[in-house]
C-alpha cells in the first residue's frame, strides 16, 4: 500500500468535508501541501499574488455560500501576510480555515530563518490556533480546527511545519464525516410569553435588524406587520432585509438615512433582532430595549437591553408570532413610511448626472451600476466612500449580494473579496466597487483576474485621494493631510495586465462604459472620475459635527484654501439645499 503523508491526509480531509479549493501563495515549507494538491482533483489551488487577497477571497466565499473556505501561507512573512485578512473574516464570523506553514520542526526555538511563532502571532484573530509537531496529531487537530470554525463561526489556524507535512500519517483517513449540525436554538416557553407580553403591551415599536435575519425574510416581515413596527436595518443586515419590505424605513449610523435614525430615536419599544450595530449613539436612550441573539455574549454589548434573548432568529420568530396581538395603532409606521419616502427621495435627488466636463456625482456611477447590473449580482464595496454609494444607491432583492469589510473596516478588500465571490459563483456577475486607495493597496490581485480567468468587474471610484478620510478630517474640525493620491491610468493598467480597461471621464460616458464592461466576456475594469467633494451627510448633524466643519471652514479660509470650501459648498451643501 502506498504510504500517505501529512499532507496528503490534510487535503483528504478538507476535501471529504467539501472544500473545493485553497488559496494562497507557495512557498518552500507549503511544498508538502501544494504537491499533494497538484496530485489529487478534488481540492484546487488557487494562486494569489498577497497572501492578504487569499484571506479576503477565502472570507468571501465562506460569508456567500455558509461553508468552511481554506486559505494558506508558507512560513513567515507568508503567513504574516494573512492577518489583515484573516481579522477581517474572523470579525465577520465567517468560517475560514488558514493553513499557516511553519519553519522546520527542530529549527523552532532558535531564531531560524523566517521564524515567526504563529500561535501567538494568529491568537487574536481566531478561535483556535495550534502547532502540530507530530504526525500523530493529525488528521485530529486539523479537524478540531474545522469544526471550531464551523460551529463558533471565525478562523481557526493550523501551523504545520514543512518536515511535518512531508511525514508519513499514522491515521490513514478522515475521522469526521458527518454533515455540519444545524440546531434550532429557542429561548424557553416561559421567555416567549413574557417577550409577547412586552411587545403586546408597547405603542410605537422599531425593529433594528441585521446580519442574524438571514433566512428569516418570511418571519421578520410576519413579526413587524403584527406590531406595526417600522424596520431599520444595520449595513450587514442590507441584502437580507431590505427587499420585498413594506416596513423597510432605511440604515441607520453615520452613513445611513434621517429616517432610519428618526425611527430608532422615536420608539418606544426597540426590538433588536440580529444586529450587532456597533455605534451607540444611535440608540435611544429612554426606550424599553428588546434584544434577540444567538449568541448570549452579545446581549447588551451596544446599549442597555432591558429584554434579552438567546435564539436563532427564524426559531424564535416563529415561536413568538403566535402569542402577538395584531397591534390596532399604525401612526408611528405610517409617520416613519413617508419619512422614509421624503429621506430616500432626497438621496436620489444626488443620484444625477451632472453636466461637467469631467467628472461624476458617485452616487450617479451607483445608481447606474445598481440599474444595470444582473438581478443576482455580487457586489464587493470597499472601505471608503464606496461603502457609503454601496449602502446608499445599491438595490437588494434577495438574490444580490453585498459584501465588504463592514466589521474590520480595512481598506482594499473589494478586489480580493470578488476573487472568493468569482471563484465560488463562477456563472454570476461579480462587481467590484473600489476605491481608488483600495484598488492600488492590493493591485497585485489584478492580475489574479487574468491569470485565474474570473470575469470580475472592477469599477473604480478615482477621486485621487483618500475621501472618506477627507470627511473624517473636515468632521474633526482639521485640515486633510496626506490625503492626496497621484493615480496612474488604471484602464492602461488593467490593459496591460490582459484585462479589458475602460474610463469614464464625464457623466454621460458612465452608462456606456459600465454596459460594455458588464456585457465583456471575461475581466473588466472601468476608471469613472467622479468629484473628490462628495460629502456624505449624516443623517443629523450634531453640533460637535458642525463645530468641526466651521472650525475647517475657518482654517481652510485662514490658510489660503477659501476655494477649496466653495467647491465643497457648490458640490454638495448647494446640491443638497437647492436641488
Ligand atoms: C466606513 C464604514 C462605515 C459604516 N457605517 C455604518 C452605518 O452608518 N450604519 C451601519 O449600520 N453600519 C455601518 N457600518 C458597518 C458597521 O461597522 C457594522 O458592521 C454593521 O452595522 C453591523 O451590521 P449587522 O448588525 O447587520 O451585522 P453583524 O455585526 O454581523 O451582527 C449580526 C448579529 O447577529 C447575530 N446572529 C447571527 N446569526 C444569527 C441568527 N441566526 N439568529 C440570531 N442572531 C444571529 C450575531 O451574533 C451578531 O450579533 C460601517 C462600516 C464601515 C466600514
Ligand atoms: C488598511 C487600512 N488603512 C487605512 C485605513 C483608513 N482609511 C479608511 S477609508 C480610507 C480611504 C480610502 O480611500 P479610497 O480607497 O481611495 O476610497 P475613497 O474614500 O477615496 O473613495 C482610509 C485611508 C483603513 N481603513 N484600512
Excluded at 143 to 162: D, F, K, W, Y
Excluded at 169 to 184: I, M
Excluded at 421 to 434: C, L, T
Aim: hydrophobic letters at 40%; glycine letters at 8%.
Amino acid at each position: 500500500m502506498v504510504k500517505k503523508s501529512v499532507a496528503a491526509l490534510v487535503v483528504e480531509t478538507l476535501a471529504q468535508s467539501g472544500v473545493e479549493r485553497i488559496y494562497g501563495v507557495c512557498g518552500d515549507s507549503l511544498n508538502g501541501i501544494t504537491d499533494s494538491i497538484r496530485k489529487q482533483e478534488r481540492v484546487r489551488w488557487v494562486q494569489v499574488r498577497h497572501e492578504e487577497s487569499a484571506a479576503f477571497a477565502a472570507g468571501a466565499e465562506a460569508h456567500l455560500t455558509g461553508r468552511l473556505a481554506v486559505c494558506a501561507g508558507s512560513c513567515g512573512p507568508g503567513n504574516l501576510h494573512l492577518i489583515n485578512g484573516l481579522y477581517d473574516c474572523h470579525r465577520s464570523r465567517v468560517p475560514v480555515l488558514a493553513i499557516a506553514a511553519q519553519i522546520p520542526s527542530q529549527e523552532i526555538g532558535s531564531g531560524y530563518f523566517q521564524e515567526t511563532h504563529p500561535e501567538h502571532l494568529f491568537a487574536q484573530c481566531s478561535n483556535y490556533c495550534e502547532l502540530v509537531s507530530h504526525p500523530e496529531q493529525m488528521p485530529r487537530v486539523l479537524e478540531i480546527g474545522m469544526q471550531t470554525a464551523i460551529a463558533r463561526r471565525g478562523v481557526s489556524v493550523v501551523a504545520l511545519p514543512g518536515d511535518i507535512a512531508l511525514c508519513e500519517a499514522v491515521t490513514e483517513h478522515p475521522r469526521l464525516t458527518f454533515p455540519p449540525p444545524q440546531p434550532s436554538v429557542c429561548p424557553s416557553d416561559d421567555e416567549i410569553t413574557k417577550l409577547a407580553k412586552v411587545l403586546n403591551d408597547s405603542e410605537k415599536i422599531t425593529i433594528l435588524a441585521g446580519a442574524g435575519c438571514a433566512g428569516a425574510h418570511t418571519e421578520l416581515i410576519a413579526i413587524a406587520a403584527k406590531l406595526n413596527a417600522p424596520i431599520v436595518h444595520a449595513l450587514r443586515g442590507k441584502e437580507f432585509i431590505e427587499y420585498d419590505n413594506p416596513f423597510d424605513v432605511g440604515m441607520t449610523g453615520l452613513l445611513g438615512f434621517s429616517s432610519g435614525y428618526r425611527a430608532m430615536m422615536n420608539c418606544n419599544t426597540l426590538l433588536m433582532i440580529g444586529t450587532d450595530f456597533p455605534y451607540q449613539q444611535f440608540f435611544p436612550k429612554d426606550a424599553t430595549v428588546v434584544q434577540i441573539d444567538i449568541r448570549g455574549e452579545q446581549l447588551g454589548r451596544r446599549t442597555k437591553v432591558d429584554h434579552g434573548l438567546v435564539g436563532d432568529t427564524k426559531t424564535t420568530l416563529r415561536a413568538l408570532l403566535p402569542h402577538l396581538k395584531q397591534s390596532p395603532d399604525d401612526e408611528h409606521l405610517k409617520s416613519a413610511l413617508e419619512h422614509y419616502r421624503k429621506a430616500r427621495k432626497q438621496l436620489d435627488e444626488l443620484a444625477t448626472e451632472g453636466r461637467e466636463e469631467k467628472g461624476s456625482h458617485p452616487q450617479f456611477v451607483t445608481r447606474v451600476l445598481n440599474e444595470l447590473a444582473a438581478p443576482d449580482a455580487i457586489f464587493t464595496c470597499d472601505v471608503g466612500t464606496p461603502t457609503i454609494w454601496a449602502s446608499r444607491y445599491l438595490t437588494m432583492n434577495g438574490r444580490r449580494r453585498l459584501l465588504g469589510s463592514f466589521v474590520h473596516g480595512s481598506m482594499a478588500s473589494a478586489l480580493p473579496q470578488a476573487i472568493g465571490a468569482q471563484m465560488a459563483h463562477k456563472d454570476r456577475q461579480v462587481i467590484s466597487m473600489s476605491g481608488d486607495g483600495g484598488l492600488a493597496m492590493l493591485m497585485g490581485d489584478l492580475l489574479s483576474l487574468q491569470q485565474l480567468q474570473l470575469p470580475v468587474k472592477t469599477i473604480v471610484y478615482k477621486n485621487d485621494a483618500l475621501a472618506f478620510v477627507e470627511l473624517e478630517m473636515k468632521a474633526a474640525g482639521i485640515l486633510e493631510f496626506g490625503t492626496d493620491l497621484q493615480n496612474p491610468d488604471f484602464a492602461k493598467m488593467a490593459e496591460a495586465a490582459g484585462i479589458l480597461g475602460l474610463t469614464a471621464e464625464s457623466s454621460d460616458q458612465v452608462r456606456p462604459k459600465i454596459a460594455q464592461a458588464l456585457k465583456h466576456d471575461g475581466p473588466a475594469l472601468v476608471e469613472v472620475l467622479v468629484h473628490r467633494q462628495e460629502l456624505a451627510m449624516p443623517p443629523t448633524i450634531t453640533l460637535a459635527q458642525m463645530t468641526g466643519f466651521s472650525l475647517f471652514a475657518l482654517k481652510a479660509v485662514l490658510s489660503g484654501r477659501g476655494d477649496e470650501i466653495v467647491d465643497l459648498a457648490k458640490d454638495n451643501l448647494l446640491r443638497r439645499w437647492f436641488s
